[in-house]
């Protein structure tokens, strides 16, 4: 025993001198609040005892073990953490360091990976390897970011490779069949159940929204694998079948652990984050205990300043035993923090900033019309190119569906300028969600829902400001779609009660605006388009491949997200179904608006032209020229779409030197192939797929996927709570439809707008329910990492791409201060408007918490 100790010193053993290579491991054991198995406890002490804890084998990148046939890398002598029973894991299961060692040997010339074997009977997070003093090299490193789970799991040792890049042909001999293995594991077999050791990536339908045994109101149709309702893939989870077409579901309480690969999940204190807020927020209101909240109508708010109260005071709650119930099943300590122990707790939400300032400025046309270019769906908003404006429905199926907006209704708004020259001279805009509705209305409107497809015209004027001229309320014909619509048409007006009626015509736009940007602007064009990308990129590129290094930080939480929205939030009486207008209908919805999604005009610059809002311009550092100057979101975003353009163009273009490299990389070329046909396999037949047969294509595709991923989300999501959670300027649904003139509704308005606008938008439940999902999602968690930043600085050992990637990040400092710099020019009146919020949305940094600021590497929320 002593000679072993002196060998480990001098590193000698039995007289011939060795050389050893110390090793530091960063990993993170099983969160303790979690370690409640004694005898895995006791397993894992022996174990360590004898020496076999964790174990860890260099394999050769240069040469083969003579004894196999298969030329994988000579493998060194297994390594041993040491001393993991007495280092002390936090109770935040914090990252630890240990030491290793590793006899050297010389015939494994350079390390090319690392076998890691683990005994314990718990799974441990194993983030970095860094040996010292590896003969000729130096430091090598080894990114892992991967959960090791117990070896009875797994056939073979996890394998690691270090920060090396290689394409697939220029691969070192004795690695590339651990490459291909690898990335054959994670294809998965495509069957069975998959469990949270598996590391498989596969695809599957949207069948896990409803529930066949809950009875014909949780029906859903299967999303996905049929023309009649197209839909981007997700994530297999391999469950069970409740019938032909229906997965099972996981109980509510259950939700957290649903099948992702298991490094696809949150982190510990991402999900410490969410689930403090989740359960602080939306579980306090499940039951309807809000009822003496108001005091004259139950359910309703009587007044603004009974909304006002949510955020200025708050509201008692009176105990709830779903909340028993909540504490028995998540019996974390942080709950203690969060709920009394006599169940009651106050409800007080965080002023939005749309109404710091001002409690009424939201309600002015400026700010309607400012908030859809600086709002949190700025996205829709396009020039508009033809009077009256046209649809596009079928007349066959829908009859006349054009619009009946006049000449007569707005020619006297337009300062001076007839239709036609506002029209040639780019002043006319509009806001067009008719086409998109109409089909869905019918039924929509056979719910608690009444609401209208809204068209909103707007004209630009001399201060580049927008201002409203006239919005068109429109209603499937009572007698059958094919005699087209009903439609009425109102114009601004600042007193009398035709001005409550500009104010309910607004609202009617604002809520169909709510739900277009939930299901398509956010859920539909972030959170589902790329879940394909994500599974795609690990399937069939390696973690050797430099594209799987470029696109990897921004794939980072998205499937997990993406898996509980399907559990709770986009599910058949979940969340969004229960807060916004299209209710039941909600995911059929966005299936119908799948057909027209275009990868190639997800680029913010096609997507701008496509809009009719910037058109080419050479001349133009970013190659379009805006059509409204004070533009926040598209000013702002092509600033962000160059810097990662330039970035991904520095980082391909020194991998790639020629087309033909891209069109001889085996695993770009099955990738592309994949998303294509499998991940998108319900748009494998649209025409504007890129081929993939030139550097060009490969990064303008790279761009786009990180700009969805990143400023795309971004600006579609942080923006939520600052502007809607405050419902009256973003009401998410509506209860009843416009009064008729002389009914007994017109005299209800006439005796009290405020008290008829309450009750005509989101009731005080739906509101209560919708703001507490909109917080948890507008906020960032502690450990967010930002566009320009990485979470592990030694991600590639490559210096060019590492340089490339602080320019990047210096040019997004630039960026920033420029945009914070233009919001105090008094010039940009799009920018703050009335409310006097800047537009932050695309600022690339942010603090946590709800800073309407800062852009993730990914959609992670």
Not at 328 to 349: Q, V
Not at 496 to 524: M, P, R, T
Not at 539 to 560: C, N
Request: glycine share 6%; charged share 25%.
């Amino acid at each position: 025993m002593f000679q072993n100790i002196i060998d480990a010193i001098t590193g000698c053993c039995t007289g011939d001198c060795k050389k050893k290579i110390r090793g530091t491991v960063v990993l993170m054991k099983k969160n303790v609040l979690d370690l409640t198995d004694l005898n895995a406890s006791i397993h894992d002490r022996v174990h360590e005892f004898l020496g076999q804890g964790v174990s860890l084998q260099l394999v050769s990148a240069v040469n083969s073990d003579p004894s196999a046939n298969d030329l994988k890398g000579k493998l060194g002598k297994p390594a041993y953490l040491e001393k993991w029973i007495t280092t002390v894991t936090p109770l935040t299961a914090g990252e630890t360091a240990f030491q290793v060692t590793f006899n050297w040997d010389e015939e494994i010339g350079i390390p090319g990976a690392l076998l890691v074997k683990n005994n314990h009977q718990s799974e441990f997070y194993l983030k970095t390897v860094t040996l010292e003093g590896v003969p000729g090299l130096g430091r090598v490193h080894f990114v892992c970011k991967s959960w090791i789970y117990p070896a009875e799991h797994y056939s073979k040792p996890r394998i690691f490779f270090t920060n090396k890049t290689y394409l697939p042909h220029e691969t070192p001999a004795p690695l590339r069949k651990y490459r291909e293995e690898e990335l054959f594991h994670l294809r998965g077999n495509g069957e069975g159940e998959l469990k949270e050791w598996d590391r498989v990536y596969d695809y599957d339908f949207y069948n896990d929204l409803g529930s066949s045994k809950k009875g014909s109101e949780y029906f859903r149709p299967v999303l996905g694998g049929s023309s009649e309702h197209p839909y981007p893939r997700r994530g297999r989870t391999g469950r069970k079948k409740e019938d032909p077409n229906t997965e099972s579901r996981l109980p509510l309480l259950k939700s957290l652990s649903i099948y992702v690969p298991r490094d696809e999940r949150f982190g510990h204190l991402k999900m410490a984050d969410f689930l403090a807020y989740a359960l602080k927020t939306v579980a306090q209101v499940v039951k309807n205990g809000v009822d003496t909240f108001v005091d004259t109508t139950p359910n309703e708010f009587d007044s603004f300043d009974d909304v006002l109260k949510l955020y200025e005071g708050g509201i008692e709650l009176p105990h709830v035993p779903l909340l028993d119930n909540i504490r028995k099943n998540f019996p974390l300590e942080f709950l203690e923090e969060i709920f009394r122990t006599d169940g009651e707790r106050f409800f007080e939400f965080p002023k939005p900033q749309v109404i710091k300032d001002n409690h009424s400025a939201w309600r002015t046309d400026e700010e309607f019309g400012r908030e859809m270019l600086a709002g949190v769906n700025p996205v829709l908003i396009r020039r508009l190119e033809e009077f009256p404006p046209k649809s596009k429905l079928n007349t066959e199926l829908y009859g006349d569906q054009n619009s009946k907006i006049t000449e007569e209704h707005i020619q006297n708004s337009l300062d001076g300028l007839t239709i036609d020259e506002a029209i040639r001279n780019n002043r006319m805009f509009i806001l067009d969600h008719h086409d998109a509705l109409m089909p869905y209305l019918r039924r929509i409107n056979t719910t608690s829902t009444k609401t209208y497809a809204t068209r909103t015209l707007l004209f630009l004027k001399d201060d580049g400001t927008l201002k409203p001229l006239a919005i068109e309320l429109s209603s499937p014909h009572e007698e059958g779609d094919k005699y087209g619509s009903k439609s009425e048409v109102y114009t601004p007006a600042e007193t009398g009660v035709e001005s409550f009626i500009w104010q309910l015509a607004k609202a009617y736009v604002g809520v169909n605006d709510s739900g277009y940007h939930q299901l398509i602007s956010h859920w539909l064009h972030t959170h589902a388009v790329i879940e394909p990308f994500v599974i795609a990129t690990n399937r069939h590129l390696s973690v050797l491949h430099p594209i799987h290094k470029l696109l990897e930080p921004h794939f980072r939480d998205t499937m997990y997200i993406n898996a509980l929205a399907r559990q709770i939030l986009i599910n058949a009486g979940g969340f969004l179904e229960m807060t916004v207008y299209p209710s039941k209908y909600a995911l059929e919805m966005s299936s119908s608006l799948y057909r027209s999604w275009d990868f190639t005009e997800q680029a913010l610059p096609e997507d701008l032209k496509k809009r009719g809002v910037a058109v080419d311009d050479p001349n133009s550092p970013h190659g379009v020229r805006l059509l409204i100057k004070d533009y926040p979101y598209a000013v702002d975003g092509l600033e962000i779409w160059s810097a990662i353009k330039e970035w991904v163009r520095d980082y391909c273009s020194f991998y790639y030197k020629t087309d033909e490299m891209v069109q001889n990389d085996t695993e770009i070329q099955s990738w592309w192939k994949e998303v294509r046909e499998v991940g998108h396999g319900d748009q494998k037949d649209a025409p504007w797929w890129p081929k993939m047969r030139t550097r060009e294509e490969l990064i303008e595709s790279c761009t786009i996927i990180i700009w969805v991923g990143s400023a795309l989300h971004a600006a579609v999501n942080f923006g939520q709570y600052p502007y809607g959670g405050y419902l009256p300027n973003r009401p998410s649904t509506s209860r009843r439809f416009m009064p008729q003139k002389d009914s007994p509704q017109y005299e209800e308005l006439k005796s009290n707008p405020d008290k008829f606008f309450l009750e005509t938008i989101t009731a005080q439940l739906q509101t209560l329910l919708g703001i507490s999902l909109i917080e948890i999602l507008s906020r960032h968690s502690s450990d967010e990492v930002y566009l320009g930043q990485r979470d592990i600085l030694e991600w590639t050992a490559d210096k060019e791409p590492t340089e490339a990637f602080k320019k990047f990040g210096r040019k997004l400092a630039v960026i920033e201060d420029r945009i914070l710099d233009m919001n105090r020019e008094a010039r940009y009146k799009n920018r703050v408007g009335p409310v006097k919020v800047s537009y932050t949305l695309l600022v690339p940094t942010s603090g946590p918490g709800l800073t309407a600021r800062g852009i993730p590497n990914s959609v992670s929320i």
